[in-house]
């Protein structure tokens, strides 16, 4: 199993609805959670942290749950601009080395007019 | 704050060149530089983890004696890509963190340098 997964995508959606990203990982003690956005050809920036409780910002809501060792992002009122590839990505926080993240493949999201 | 610059942003050379990237961290000190590589449709993926003034820290299956690592200061790391192939070509980014909390130091990314061997 990998140990970051994500939906591979396209999604290819109008503008104005609503999408939703997947991402299972799979070591347990992974400890931070982070979706990041990729545009082409350039480096990823971070989009938000996930937390255990939820949390949102604006029109992207985020979930974690440890027991099924999933992450969800929720994009609603989908922009043009939203395009992108959407990183799912974890703290690699084990064998005692802090700070390395784990990225999911992406997925690749295409709004359209 | 927080910008991390990477120079060259695009580097094209011959096969058994060398070639030198540098990351830097312009208005922090950074703790770690972390060096990614991407290749195509692909995840990034650690290369290996570097800490001022020690040995760069290599993931399993990079090699050490390729890719050459040197974090002199805190706020400059360098990857020197030695005797590169085609299979070299990807897109190299490098990142920096400073202290956050206890249990993840935020990340901040370079803008990638894109590495093409002919």
């Known amino acids: 199993r990998k140990e970051v997964e994500q939906d591979p995508g396209p999604f290819n959606v109008p503008e104005g609805a609503t999408v939703a990203f997947n991402c299972t990982y799979s070591?347990?003690?992974?400890?931070?959670f982070f979706w990041y956005r990729q545009d082409c050809r350039k480096e990823p920036k971070l989009l938000m942290s996930v937390y255990s409780s939820g949390n949102e910002d604006g029109r992207f809501t985020a979930q974690l749950n440890r027991a099924s060792q999933y992450i969800s992002l929720l994009i609603r009122d989908s922009k043009l601009s939203d395009s992108a590839t959407y990183l799912c990505?974890?703290?690699?926080?084990?064998?005692?080395?802090?700070?390395?993240?784990?990225f999911g493949k992406g997925t690749k999201l295409s709004v359209k007019p | 704050g927080a910008v991390v610059s990477q120079h060259p942003s695009r580097v094209i050379c011959k096969s058994g060149t060398s070639v030198k990237i540098e990351c830097r961290s312009l208005?922090?000190?950074?703790?770690?530089m972390f060096w990614y590589r991407q290749f195509p449709k692909q995840s990034l993926m650690l290369m290996a983890t570097?800490?001022?003034?020690?040995?760069?820290?290599?993931e399993q299956g990079v090699e050490k004696d390729k890719f050459l690592i040197n974090h002199a200061s805190l706020t400059l790391s360098t990857l020197t890509v030695t005797s590169a192939h085609p299979e070299d070509s990807s897109f190299y980014i490098c990142?920096?963190?400073?202290?956050?909390?206890?249990?993840?130091?935020?990340?901040?990314f370079g803008p990638g340098t894109r590495l093409t061997v002919l």
């Open positions: 990142s920096a963190s400073r202290r956050g909390p206890a249990t993840y130091n935020e990340q901040f």
């Open positions: 208005d922090f000190q950074a703790t770690t």
């Open positions: 990505v974890v703290n690699g926080n084990y064998g005692g080395s802090q700070g390395n993240l784990i």
């Open positions: 570097s800490n001022e003034g020690s040995k760069a820290t290599y």
């Open positions: 070591n347990s003690a992974s400890q931070s």
